[in-house]
Structure formats: C-alpha cells, structure tokens
C-alpha cells in the first residue's frame, strides 16, 4: 500500500540543524549533474539554487527522463542550514492536482514524482536522510531497473551508514555498481563523478 504523506515529510524539514558539517559526504560531495551541464534546466538548476516553478513542470513533465531529473535536483544542490525546495515542490504538486497538500499523497503522483520528491528532502536536509527514505524506497519498488533511481538511493542509504561505518557507505554503492540487471539511464561521466568519491570508502574496508 502505498503510504507517506507528503505534508509529514515537509514538516520534517523544520527540525533543528546539528552543529557539524558533513559537506564531504555521500550527498553533498557527489556533483554528478557535472555530467549534465549542457541541459539547460541543470544550467538553471545551479544558477539559482531554488525551485522555481519552471523546475517544477519539468521534474513532473513524463516527457523528461528520470536522469535529466535526477541531475537538475543534484545542481539545486544542499546549503548548511537546509533549503526548501522539497517545500515548494509539494506546493507545485498541490495546485498541479488540485488538491490541498494535507490531502495531497502518493497514491496521486507518478513515480518520477515521488522519486524528485523524495531526492529534494534528502538534498534539502542532508543532516537527516532517513526522512527520505519511505519515498526513494517507494520510488524504486515502482522503477525498481534504474541505475539512476537505484544510485540515488544508495547515496541516501550511504548518508545515513556515514556517521557509523564508512566501509558499509561504500558497500551500498558497490551493491548496485554489481547489479547487472540496471538501465544504465545515467550518463557514464555522471556515473563516474559517484565512484570516484565514494570509491575514497572502500579502504575502510578489511
């Protein structure tokens, strides 16, 4: 049964920041949309910083596939005190199916939207990753052969392993690197930006 409500997850958002930095992790130190930059809403993306309405459209647009998407919300970026993109997208969404957001759920949005949904609360508040989990999870149940809705979730998967054990973050990674049974629907380079940093894990390894 599909599940989340959209307007708990944006509320958790609001939670207090801790006051460590982890700008060198698995989320924030992965700019695969480098990839990408000849795609003019990621040009956007990481110019302003912000989603705007035009972001929107093309994250829900079926006509967008789910690596453009995927590498605009990585330009978007994080920010130290969190960002409220995921916000602002859940608002998009809302007036999208005319539906209030305390109404708006799952159910209503196509798996590309829970995916972008899902991803902006992880980048939006990296300190807390777990919040965007039962989306990303629900997301890859629906497109379970994505390399890149799979890598995604992995890198949220390897956040949350990264303050206990660095060998397990790059594990996760590596599990779906060995998963023969993926779309390569991420562009090699961008592929490649992932393993770079996240191969850094692996000597943790014994």
């Given amino acids: ?35 990408y930059k000849d795609v003019k809403m990621v040009q956007r993306a990481h110019l302003e910083g912000v989603m705007g309405v035009e972001i929107a459209e093309f994250l829900s647009s079926p006509e967008n596939p789910i690596d453009l998407k995927a590498a605009v919300i990585n330009a978007l970026s994080w920010r130290f ?47 807390h990753p777990e919040n965007a989990m039962s989306l990303l999870e629900e997301a890859h149940k629906l497109m379970e052969k994505s390399f890149t809705v799979s890598i995604v979730l992995a890198l949220v998967k390897a956040q ?3 303050e206990q054990d660095w060998c397990e973050a790059w594990k996760i990674i590596e599990n779906v690197l060995r998963n023969t049974d993926l779309k390569q629907d991420l562009r090699p380079e961008a592929k490649k930006i992932i393993v770079n940093y996240m191969i850094l894990y692996r000597e943790y390894c014994k």
Avoid: R, W
């Avoid at 958790?12 to 949309?33: C, E, W």
């Avoid at 608002?91 to 949904?117: P, V």
């Fill in 81 to 127: 005190e969190g960002k409220n993109n995921a916000e602002f997208y859940t608002y998009y969404l809302g007036l999208l199916y005319h539906m209030s957001i305390t109404e708006l759920d799952t159910d209503f949005l196509s798996a590309d939207e829970i995916f972008c949904l899902g991803y902006l609360v992880a980048m939006d508040n990296y300190f």
């Fill in 1 to 35: 049964m599909k599940k989340a409500l959209i307007t708990v997850l944006v509320v958790k958002l609001l939670f207090v920041f801790p006051g460590i930095s982890q700008a060198d992790s698995p989320i924030t130190a992965t700019d695969f949309y480098e990839a």
């Fill in 160 to 162: 949350m392993a990264f």
